[in-house]
């Protein structure tokens, strides 16, 4: 059975664990999973459904809001360790938008139902505080898209991504598309293509057949 | 003294004053105070500062955010029984990000210090439950900017800030500089005036000496 295996992440990674009763502990084993999701595949779809929070093992995970047109903008990544609440935003009050979450690579995480973390706040003031700080700590993501999005203009925002998604990779090659990377900045793929051939003139990028080559990383840290 | 009148706003205002202990209750109303701020006037400024949390009582508060080139966004407004949380950030763990608050009108407010609130949500989980909802609420009017910003044309997004702006005043003549239209929506004051141009050409708004004066809300609604 996997409950041992749960009871050792969960006290290795939730900082709230020692604090709350043996009664809410128990609760939380016997209703978690472990699940996996293969890359690219959607953990959570909007807010219709209530997928529950993610407690990240392995892999990465990205979160990002979707318009009416099915434009998108990445608003975070969650890497091992971290834990996804935007899956259960139906036990959240006053949360009015839709948060998708999908697996960028392959991940290995553990699922707890809404329902019980709801259960569980109702009665342990540490899960309450740490929600706040889960909350405050996902706002502060945001803050940092919505000001880099309003006051950045679009080529430092290129190539600040490129040079994350090197780093997210360890690699000097991405494999993406310029679709794939206007999703990730709410922008179109014409604007991101325009873009890269400007950088590729610098000699601050290579394009390749179906991904990017980053050849001088400092010129696109300057930008 | 005016602790009589701060236990009955209190008692009005916060969901969870029936839930705290006496004790709790007791040190809000001790440590708190009454406070009014003329129009125009800052309540906070950025991050350095811990104001402490304001209960608005009358008037119209205004929350946003500032790049260090000045430039400005406005993230949400509060109104009467609104409570301002971001005043307070320094008792927030995970808060990286700077709001600065002022009043628009006369507000009339209760300043509740950080240290005070940051104590009862200790040891009170309607508290701390109360807090995840706030955060939560305003973490809403972040997206909502955001969406906005990134998924809505410029012309969308001055024709619904002149609508509500309209609805706020209750008023269909608008005392507002093009700059500070421009600092509401984080744009430029040449970009809002050219827009501005175009809505009086389609007859839509008039501009006049100080002020704009809309037309037809119908057209503007209609954008």
Redo the contacts between chains.
């Keep these: 059975m996997y409950q041992k295996e749960l009871q050792k992440d969960f006290q290795e990674l939730l900082p709230f664990w020692k604090s709350i009763s043996s009664h809410s502990q128990e609760t939380l084993i016997n209703h978690s999973e472990p699940v996996t999701f293969p890359p690219g595949t959607a953990m959570h779809a909007g807010g219709e459904e209530c997928s529950g929070l993610f407690l990240v093992l392995e892999g990465r995970v990205r979160a990002y809001?979707v318009?009416e047109?099915g434009?998108e903008?990445t608003l975070f990544r969650l890497l091992s360790r971290d834990i996804c609440i935007f899956s259960a935003s139906c036990i959240?009050?006053?949360?009015?938008?839709d948060v998708f979450v999908s697996a960028e690579t392959e991940v290995k995480a553990i699922r707890i139902p809404a329902q019980c973390y709801n259960e569980i706040?109702?009665?342990?003031?540490a899960v309450?505080?740490y929600?706040?700080?889960?909350?405050?700590?996902?706002?502060?993501d945001?803050?940092?898209?919505?000001?880099e999005?309003?006051?950045t203009s679009f080529d430092k925002r290129l190539a600040h991504f490129l040079l994350e998604e090197g780093e997210l990779e360890e690699s000097d090659v991405l494999t993406i598309t310029h679709e794939q990377i206007a999703n990730h900045l709410?922008s179109a793929r014409e604007v991101v293509s325009r873009m890269l051939r400007y950088f590729a003139n610098e000699g601050f990028v290579k394009a390749e057949r179906g991904s990017i080559r980053l050849l001088d990383k400092e010129g696109l840290e300057a930008i």
């Design positions: 809001i318009t047109q434009k903008i959240m009050k006053n949360i009015s938008f706040t109702d009665s342990e003031l309450a505080k929600t706040n700080e889960l909350l405050s700590s996902r706002m502060s945001v803050m940092w898209v919505l000001e999005i309003v006051f709410g």
